[in-house]
């Protein structure tokens, strides 16, 4: 079965500065997608961005970019220019091209200090 | 507006009585899952339907039923044999493999709070 870590449990970042949350993956599948998603004190879960395994072009969403490592089965997400609105849970998770269930990581909360 | 719906948001039940959470979406997704989230844990796989009338177990099935008779609806149920209810359950849904998507997120419901005492 698929696992997803994040060795991170907590982090922190001063608003405006740039920071970096990890996750590895355990696969022995080619075809997959990669997603991180975030959870405010809300609960709501949202997603911030995905990753086509197939695609080497590193997905990007506004200051949200990941560095996608098919081959060391790493998937990080670069948050640029932090703001206190990014404070929440971030979650990694997989999905196999081949079945309908996703693998989350136990997450990351990251504190965002003004 | 589409979206996924989840009722109550907070839940209170008395040990050994069964209590059923609601989840509704009208994305017209095929696909339904439900999580369990416990503090300092990722989400944990309850079970999951592909399409209606259809349901395979997840991780942690034990405790727990689920029913899918609407492609809309996809009920859970927290039966007495569960041994710590006590937790955030959320409801998701996806586009199913197959169907030639892009991509397959799942989009998440805004959860319920179950606390049994």
């Known amino acids: 079965a698929q696992t997803v870590t994040q060795s991170q449990p907590e982090m922190s970042v001063q608003e405006a500065e740039t920071v970096t949350l990890s996750c590895t993956y355990d696969t022995s599948e080619s075809d997959y997608y990669l997603f991180w998603y975030k959870q405010p004190p809300s609960r709501q879960m949202i997603l911030v961005i995905r990753q086509e395994a197939y695609k080497q072009q590193n997905a990007t969403e506004n200051r949200f970019s990941v560095n996608f490592q098919k081959a060391a089965k790493s998937f990080s997400l670069k948050i640029s220019d932090s703001q206190l609105g990014d404070a929440a849970m971030y979650f990694c998770a997989y999905r196999s091209a081949w079945n309908n269930d996703m693998r989350f990581g136990a997450g990351t909360r990251l504190t965002v200090k003004p | 507006d589409g979206g996924i719906t989840q009722s109550p948001k907070y839940l209170f039940r008395k040990e050994g009585q069964n209590v059923t959470l609601s989840c509704e979406q009208n994305?017209?997704?095929?696909?339904m899952y439900w999580y369990r989230q416990d503090p300092g844990q990722g989400l944990r796989l309850i079970y999951y339907?592909?399409?209606?009338?259809?349901?395979q177990k997840g991780d942690i099935a034990e405790g727990y039923s689920v029913s899918r008779e609407k492609k809309e609806s996809f009920p859970l149920t927290v039966t007495s044999a569960q041994k710590n209810p006590t937790a955030f359950y959320l409801c998701?849904?996806?586009?199913?493999?197959?169907?030639?998507?892009?991509?397959?997120?799942?989009?998440f419901g805004p959860g319920t709070r179950l606390t049994v005492t």
């Open positions: 339907s592909q399409i209606v009338n259809d349901f």
């Open positions: 998701a849904s996806s586009i199913p493999r197959g169907t030639g998507a892009s991509s397959y997120e799942q989009y």
């Open positions: 994305l017209n997704h095929d696909a």
